[in-house]
């Protein structure tokens, strides 16, 4: 492929990984949990992918059904953090951003640890020393757009405009942007708060475990990280001003600058590629410097929810 139709190809997977990975932040502080261990959570789903793509569980003979199934359990063990996640701050009233920092540790310490003794397991007649996608070789179609990036990339969008119908017109959207705003009032009209705050932590986990897949999927080796694209996600979902329009945006426009890192054309034009990398962080700490006042997460985003009716 020439070095535009790389540019492209890169730029619609590192979006769909960006948006789903700020999908999972927007669900979770929607309900008011907010939710920084993404990047740990991805770190889990790109390890457990990896496991059900490896020639021991053998789902790559079943070509893209084995895929989707590979998928959807790694989205389901990754569960395991957003229980975790639930408890310390639904049940136990922890500090939100202690519990999220306490599950990046963990996602990330137990990947890098488990990664090359795994590997040595799942790949006995590959000799790795590292996790891998077995079914990147398989599915992706090469010298063409028209594979599965630009598929991956449009079940996203897709996967959007589905949240924000619900988040909008449905009354479960309703009542769950009303628990993010007023939890307390939301309880006094009935609405079951804890109820929905664990959905958002549970559906939060899914789909910071569907990005780790996907970014497994396509980067092929896993090195124990998801290169801090959970980092990003918060910064894209904050950039974004918690709506699905501004997610949609930025995680494009961070992806194409992610994607331009990655590719030869920046040494070709004498640019640093780590200012690069940097420049999604300085542009979101620009727009906050400018937009303070008028970008603002829900109101009871991070605060301990404690009922005063029983539920």
């Not at 590979?70 to 639930?86: D, N, P």
Request: hydrophobic share 55%; aromatic share 12%.
């Amino acid at each position: 492929m020439s070095d535009i139709q790389i540019l492209l190809d890169l730029t619609f997977v590192f979006s769909t990984i960006l948006i789903v990975a700020t999908l999972a932040g927007y669900i979770s502080e929607k309900v008011g949990i907010v939710n920084i261990g993404i990047d740990g959570m991805m770190c889990v789903g790109a390890l457990f992918f990896g496991i059900f793509a490896s020639e021991k569980i053998n789902f790559i003979r079943l070509n893209g059904f084995g895929l989707i199934i590979a998928i959807i359990l790694a989205m389901f063990c990754t569960t395991i953090l957003g229980c975790l996640h639930g408890f310390l701050c639904i049940t136990l009233k922890t500090n939100h951003v202690v519990s999220g920092t306490a599950i990046n540790l963990l996602g990330f310490g137990l990947t890098t640890f488990l990664n090359e003794p795994l590997a040595r397991k799942l790949y006995p007649k590959l000799n790795y020393s590292r996790i891998m996608s077995l079914f990147h070789s398989d599915l992706h179609i090469k010298d063409s757009l028209y594979g599965t990036s630009i598929i991956l990339f449009v079940f996203v969008l897709l996967l959007c405009g589905t949240i924000y119908f619900i988040m909008k017109k449905t009354t479960i959207g309703l009542r769950y942007l009303a628990i993010g705003e007023n939890p307390h009032a939301a309880n006094a009209k009935g609405i079951k708060v804890i109820k929905y705050k664990w959905i958002g932590v549970i559906l939060s986990s899914l789909l910071a475990g569907m990005a780790g897949a996907l970014f497994l999927f396509r980067t092929i080796a896993f090195n124990g990280n998801v290169q801090s694209m959970g980092y990003l996600a918060l910064a894209i979902l904050i950039a974004g001003g918690w709506n699905i329009g501004g997610i949609i945006t930025f995680g494009i426009i961070f992806a194409i600058f992610i994607a331009s890192a990655n590719t030869t054309t920046l040494v070709q034009l004498g640019i640093n590629q780590l200012f690069v990398f940097a420049l999604p962080y300085i542009i979101t700490l620009i727009i906050l410097l400018f937009t303070s006042n008028k970008i603002t997460p829900p109101a009871s985003a991070g605060q301990p929810f404690i009922s005063e009716v029983k539920e």
